[in-house]
C-alpha cells in the first residue's frame, strides 16, 4: 500500500517541526517521520533542559549568598528538569500534530526512490521530501573513551542525580553552560579543553572575562590540553592530559563529552535518491535544495550553524521553496547567538577580530562597560561589557555583549543590522530607565556625533584649521564644511548637560555660554526679574507646573521642595533649552533661569520665552486667588 503526501518531512527536531506546520499552513498534505518522539534535540537534550538547569543553578547560587551551607538535592532537580521537558512537549506531541493537519508516524525512514520513502513496510509517496534528521553529539576516537561510561548531553539529562566530581571534555557553548551550572549545584567541576581559551567562536576579551568568572565560581580549568586517553578505575573515570608537552590525568566520578556535534547521515539509504552527503553535511545550494530535484535539507545536517533558530529559518526557507514557484535564497548575512552563562554572551555578525581581517582598519569599534549602566550597579558583582563594530559610515557589521540580558539586547542590535538601519538612528529612541538596553542609546549617541564628524566636508575643514590642507583648497568647500562643523559641535553641545541646579540656597552660577537669561546674573542683557509667589509657596510651586504642562514640547524633568527643572526640546532641530525654577522662601520670590544648549546667538529665544511664561505664570495665579 502506498500514502501519497504533497511534503514528507523526515525528522522532527526544530527544522522538521517548522517545516511540518509551515506545509500545513499552505493546506498541503504532510507527513512528519522520527524514529524518535517529536522536538528532537532542542526538547529532549538541549535548549530546553539545559536552560532549566541553568535557571535552577542561578536561583541556587545566589541562595547561596545569604545561606551558604545550602544543599541541593540534585535528583529533585533532574525531576524538575524533566517536567519542564514534559510541558514544552505537550505543545508539539502526536496529537497537536494531527490537530494541525499532519500526520506523525514514529518511525525509520530509508529512501527507495526518488521520492519514495519505505516507513515500516510501508510505501509512502511524496511530491517534495525535506531532510531535517539533525546531528549527533561528537565522540572522537580518544583511547579507551568507549570501555567508559561516558556522558553527553543526550545522556545527562537521563540521570537519577548527577554525580558528585564531573570532568568536561569540550569548553564550547555546552560545555561552559553545564560546567557553571553543574558547579553551582554543589559538582565539583574540572573543564578540558584544547584550544587556548574557552568559547573560541566568540570575542576574545569578552570569553575571557567569562573564562574568569568561572574559576572565581571555583571550576576548575584547564585550556590548551588534549584528552589522549580515558580509563574506568572503580567510581572514578580518569582522563590522561597532555598540556605543555607533559601527561595530567584528571580522576572524577563523571565525564561528559561536550566536543561539538556530527551530521545524521547514515542509514537513510540517501544514495537511492541522489542526494550527495560527506561526513559533515547534506550538500544543498542556496535554496537549500540537495543534488536530488524535489529533495531539500535543512538543520543541523545542513549547517553552517547548529542553531535551533537558524534551523527554524531553514525549514521556514526550505519548505516555501518546495511549495511555491519563486525560490528564496537562505542567506547567512545576520547570524545571531547567545551562550547562556550567567552573565549571558550574545553575538551578532562579526567579532572585531574577524571585521578587522575582512575590512581593515576602517572598521569603527564602540564599547561601553556595564559597570557605567544604572541598572547593573543595581545588581551585586555584576560584571558586562558592550562591544559594537560598525562600517566607516555606520552600519553595523556586528556585536559582542557579555553581562545580563545579553540576549535580549543583542537582539535589538540584530533588528537594526538586517534591517540596515544606522547605529546613530539609535540615539532618538526613548528607552525605558533603568535598563540594560539603555547601553545602546548610550552608544547610538556617540555614534550619531560621530556620523557627523566624519562628513567629508566637516574632515576636510577640520584638517585644514590643523594645518594639513593648502588654503587654496578650503575654498572648494567654503561655507558648506564651516557648516558642517557648526552642526557637529552644536550636536556634542546638545548632549552635553549644562550645570543645573542648587548650590548654597541659590540657582548654579549661569555659564557664559550658550546664551541664557537668569534672575540672579549682574550681566547686563541677561537680568530678568523674579516672579513673586502670589499666594502660598504651594500654590506657586503648583502653578508653576500647570504653567510648565501647557506648553508642548516641554518636558518637566525634576521636582524637589524649592526646586523645579524642565527641558524644551525645538521640532526642527531637535535642540535642548534646559529651564530652572527656584523657589526662595525667604524673598517669597521664584528665581529664573533658562539657558539654550548651543550656539552663541539664540535670536532671543531665551527671554523671549521668559516674557511668555511670566504672563501664563501671572495669568494662572490670578485665576487661582480669584477662583
Known amino acids: 500500500m502506498t500514502k501519497k503526501y504533497d511534503i514528507a518531512i523526515i525528522g522532527a527536531g526544530a527544522a522538521g517541526l517548522t517545516a511540518a506546520f509551515t506545509a500545513a499552513g499552505f493546506s498541503k498534505k504532510t507527513v512528519l517521520i522520527d524514529k524518535n518522539l517529536p522536538g528532537g534535540e532542542c526538547t529532549w537534550s538541549g535548549c530546553i533542559p539545559s536552560k532549566s538547569l ?35 512537549y505537550a505543545g508539539e506531541s502526536p496529537e497537536v500534530l494531527q490537530q494541525a493537519g499532519i500526520d506523525f508516524v514514529n518511525a525509520y525512514a530509508t529512501f527507495t526512490g526518488p521520492n519514495t520513502l519505505e516507513v515500516e513496510g510501508e510505501t509512502i509517496e511524496a511530491k517534495k521530501i525535506i531532510l531535517s534528521t539533525g546531528s549527533t553529539p561528537l565522540v572522537p576516537p580518544i583511547d579507551g573513551l568507549s570501555d567508559v561510561d561516558y556522558l553527553t548531553n543526550e545522556t545527562i ?3 537519577e542525580s548527577f554525580p558528585k566530581t564531573m570532568t568536561i571534555l569540550g569548553a564550547g557553548p555546552i560545555g561552559v553552560e553545564l560546567s ?53 578505575q572503580g567510581s572514578q ?36 535518491a541522489g542526494v550527495e552527503y560527506d561526513k559533515k553535511r547534506i550538500q544543498v545550494d542556496e535554496h537549500m ?66 571585521a578587522r581581517e575582512k575590512h581593515g582598519d576602517s572598521i569603527r569599534v564602540y564599547e561601553h ?28 557589521l556586528g556585536a559582542s555583549i557579555l553581562g545580563d540580558r545579553a540576549g535580549e539586547i543583542i537582539s535589538q542590535i540584530q533588528t537594526l543590522k538586517t534591517l540596515g538601519i544606522n547605529m546613530g538612528k539609535l540615539s532618538s529612541v526613548i528607552h525605558p530607565y533603568p535598563t540594560y538596553s539603555e547601553v545602546l542609546v548610550k ?11 566624519n562628513q567629508p566636508v566637516v574632515k576636510t575643514f577640520n584638517k585644514a584649521k590643523a594645518g594639513e590642507l593648502p588654503v587654496g583648497k578650503i575654498g572648494l568647500y567654503g561655507a558648506a564644511a564651516a557648516a558642517g562643523v557648526g552642526i557637529a559641535n552644536m550636536a556634542v553641545q546638545n548632549n552635553s548637560k549644562p550645570q543645573l541646579g542648587v548650590k548654597n540656597g541659590r540657582l548654579q552660577e549661569m555659564p557664559s555660554t550658550p546664551n541664557a537669561v537668569s534672575s540672579q546674573t549682574t550681566v547686563k542683557g541677561k537680568f530678568v526679574p523674579a516672579w513673586p509667589y502670589n499666594g502660598s509657596k504651594e500654590q506657586a510651586k ?51 533661569r533658562s539657558a539654550s544648549r548651543v550656539g552663541y546667538s539664540d535670536q532671543g529665544v531665551n527671554r523671549k520665552r521668559y516674557e511668555d511664561m511670566r504672563k501664563r505664570y501671572s495669568s494662572i495665579s490670578t485665576h487661582t486667588r480669584n477662583s
Open 54 to 88: 541553568i535557571n535552577i543553578a542561578k536561583e541556587v547560587h545566589h541562595a547561596k549568598k545569604y545561606s551558604p551551607e545550602l544543599n541541593v538535592d540534585t535528583s529533585e532537580v533532574l525531576k524538575d528538569i524533566q517536567n519542564v521537558i514534559q510541558k514544552v
Open 157 to 159: 539529562f537521563k540521570l
Open 180 to 232: 557553571q551550572a553543574l558547579n553551582r549545584l554543589g559538582v565539583q567541576v574540572t573543564l578540558v579543553e584544547k584550544a587556548d581559551r574557552i568559547l573560541s567562536n566568540d570575542d576574545e576579551e569578552l570569553a575571557l572575562m567569562i573564562q574568569e568568572r568561572l574559576k572565581q565560581e571555583g571550576v576548575t580549568i584547564h585550556t590548551g590540553a588534549t584528552a589522549v586517553k580515558a580509563s574506568q
Open 237 to 272: 573515570i580518569k582522563l590522561t592530559v597532555e598540556k605543555d608537552d607533559q601527561e595530567m590525568t584528571v580522576s572524577n566520578e563523571g565525564l561528559l563529552v561536550a566536543l561539538g556535534r556530527q551530521a545524521n547521515v547514515a542509514g537513510y539509504n540517501l544514495e537511492t
Open 289 to 354: 535544495e540537495t543534488t536530488a530535484k524535489g529533495i531539500y535539507a535543512i538543520g543541523d545536517v545542513v549547517g553552517p550553524y547548529q542553531l535551533s533558530h537558524m534551523a527554524n529559518a531553514q525549514g521556514i526557507t526550505a519548505t516555501q521553496n518546495a511549495i511555491l514557484p519563486i525560490n528564496r535564497k537562505m542567506k547567512y548575512d545576520h547570524v545571531t547567538w547567545c551562550t547562556y552563562t550567567d552573565p549571558e554572551l550574545g553575538q551578532s555578525g562579526l567579532t572585531e577580530a574577524q
Open 369 to 396: 562597560d556595564y559597570a557605567d549602566i544604572d541598572r547593573a550597579n543595581t545588581k551585586k558583582d555584576s560584571i558586562g561589557k558592550v562591544k559594537i563594530v560598525l562600517d566607516k559610515k555606520g552600519y553595523i
Open 443 to 453: 552608544i547610538g549617541k556617540k555614534v550619531y556625533v560621530d556620523n557627523l564628524l
Open 542 to 592: 503648583k502653578n508653576v507646573l500647570g504653567m510648565l504642562k501647557s506648553y508642548e514640547g516641554v518636558r518637566i524633568v525634576q521636582v524637589s521642595h524649592n526646586y523645579v527643572y524642565a527641558v524644551e526640546t525645538s521640532k526642527l532641530m531637535r535642540f535642548k533649552d534646559d529651564i530652572e525654577f527656584y523657589f526662595n522662601d525667604a524673598a517669597q520670590q521664584i528665581e529664573f
